[in-house]
């Protein structure tokens, strides 16, 4: 299940940098490649006392046990603290102060805390690391912090940036580090890689998920297998993402015979189930699958096959043939606009209502119908 089999040749090209490594990295791609895993694992590379011949951390040596622990005195993460690793279990302080949601951005703190940290001597006079992920979850004021330190290269020290969306970053940044693409792998090595990764997942089901999941394997596995970690009441075994797509599937499959109501009210239904037991991004995840789903129907118009709902390519031809460009693109807007909203909606019943009534007026005799 290791995340360096899906990326042997970018491995290889890092390791060969290492004499001349530059001061920032910006590891860039789409999210779910396993990207901070591959930062990750440079970094336990780089500071590791023994590394193996293939340049992969030992994980025996006194750095590798340190930063397995958490506790390398020569390392930082700089992650949201809604992204670290060890919240969910309740126990945190974060979750235990009740009222406060963790943040989802890196805070301008996060960034002034590694001042101390990068102005005295490396403890163990090796390299210095600092991994910052995802970089477009600075606000601008965050942004500029980090700008000075990169500005001014320390010696012995390496940030490695990792970012989704690299557009988003402040230009000055991007320019201070050097770019390091991380691509998707081909569909063979994402589906062997996702059946290994995820028990009892079958090949036709491996494919159906990293389709789903624009070919991102470490994203397909989080949507084949979602965590059940800390989540109160949980079904046990239950995929919740399998739930929710499915009644998606079913509502968007039925085209202009689509009621906007009824639809809510479904989707609704399972959207609550889903947040009682502690899952949260329903709404937003929804609308990715939406959006997904409107890509396939524009490739059904034009003749193409699926490429993100393999198993509803005839549902899809179907749907395509009955669609109305115009009105497509006009809802693909819509569609946008709403993803905007989906983290914070008023009403979700009424989100939804609006979004299906969009929708069935795609096709012709939807929009019939409704004036
Ligand atoms: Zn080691």
């Keep these: 299940m290791n995340v360096l089999s899906l ?7 890092l390791q060969a940098r290492r004499a001349q490594l530059p001061h920032a990295l910006l590891l860039h791609g789409q999210q779910g490649l396993g990207k901070l895993a591959l930062a990750r ?17 030992c994980g025996d040596c006194p ?12 390392f930082r993460l700089l992650q949201p603290a809604a992204l670290a690793e060890d919240d969910g279990d309740g126990e945190s302080p974060a979750a235990a102060s009740g009222s406060k949601k963790p943040s989802q951005q890196i805070t301008i703190d996060q960034v002034r805390g590694l001042d101390d940290f990068l102005h005295v001597g490396t403890h163990r006079q090796g390299l210095r690391v600092v991994i910052v992920c995802p970089a477009e979850a600075m606000n601008r004021n965050t942004a500029n912090a980090l700008l000075k330190t990169l500005e001014e290269p320390l010696a012995a020290t390496h940030f490695l940036l990792v970012s989704h ?11 201070r580090c050097q770019t390091v693409a991380v691509a998707t792998p081909d569909l063979s090595a994402g589906s062997a890689w996702l059946e290994a990764a995820v028990a009892g997942l079958g090949h036709d089901e491996a494919q159906r998920w990293l389709a789903l999941a624009g070919g991102a ?20 075994g239950e995929n919740r993402n399998l739930a929710l797509l499915t009644e998606l599937n079913a509502q968007l499959a039925q085209g202009a015979r689509l ?11 399972t959207l609550k189930a889903d947040k009682e037991e502690g899952g949260a991004g329903g709404l937003k995840q929804l609308v990715i699958w939406w959006q997904k789903w409107l890509v396939d129907l524009t490739l059904a118009r034009a003749g193409n096959p699926a490429r993100y709902f393999l198993a509803e390519g005839g549902a899809l031809r179907q749907l395509g043939e009955q669609a109305d460009t115009e009105e497509l693109f006009r809802f693909n807007r819509l569609l946008t606009k709403y993803k905007a909203l989906s983290e914070h909606p008023l009403n979700t019943r009424l989100f939804l209502e609006e979004l299906f009534s969009g929708y069935a007026g795609v096709f012709q005799q939807g929009r019939g119908r409704r004036s």
């Design 7 to 13: 990326h042997q040749p970018l491995w290889e090209k």
């Design 41 to 57: 694992a440079f970094a336990a590379s780089l500071l590791c006392d023994a590394p193996r011949s293939d340049g992969q951390a």
């Design 63 to 74: 750095a590798c046990h340190w930063l397995a622990q958490g506790n390398h005195p020569d």
């Design 165 to 175: 969306e690299p557009d988003r970053l402040l230009p000055t940044i991007r320019s």
């Design 217 to 236: 394997p470490l994203l397909a596995a989080e949507l084949a297998a979602p965590p059940e970690g800390g989540r109160k009441g949980s079904k046990g």
């Design 259 to 269: 009621s906007p109501l009824a639809a809510a009210a479904a989707l609704d239904k």
